[in-house]
């Protein structure tokens, strides 16, 4: 009897082990892609007050030397109201509002294995800033 036990044991070992490898395994490649978590005005918001930043959160920590964010505005006009910041998983951009209409924020970077992460969020401004006198 001890001889049946034992090889029971040891093939449960062996399934488990080759269970938890295999798990390890394929769970690595996905922690090392970032993604976007959300953001700040969320995506198809639509907005009757302009926001001062546009936040976006991502999965993993962004590199600055290779994370680039843009905003446009209506007629593909450039609505970055400065250089983005970076505190921990979110980048935050000043935002300069200007038409109504349509912006969009694209956002490019690179995850912790190189692989290139970029996408888009659209809010919808629906009053526009008030013209500048001369």
Known sequence: MGGRVARVARTWAVVLG???????????????????????????????????????????????????????????????????????????????PGAAGLYIVTYRLASDDGHPIKGEVRFTLTTGTPARAP
Do not use: Q
């Not at 938890?20 to 639509?46: E, K």
């Not at 600055?64 to 007629?75: F, M, N």
């Not at 983005?84 to 935002?95: A, D, E, L, M, Q």
């Open 18 to 96: 080759v269970v938890a490898a295999f798990a390890l395994l394929s769970a690595a490649p996905a922690a090392a892609h970032n993604s976007l978590t959300g953001s700040d005005p969320r995506d198809g918001a639509r907005l009757a007050a302009a926001p001062e930043r546009i936040e976006l959160r991502f999965l993993a920590t962004p590199k600055e030397a290779t994370t680039e964010v843009t905003v446009t505005g209506p007629d593909n006009v450039a609505a970055t109201g400065g250089a983005p910041t970076f505190s921990g998983k979110r980048v935050i951009v000043p935002f300069r």
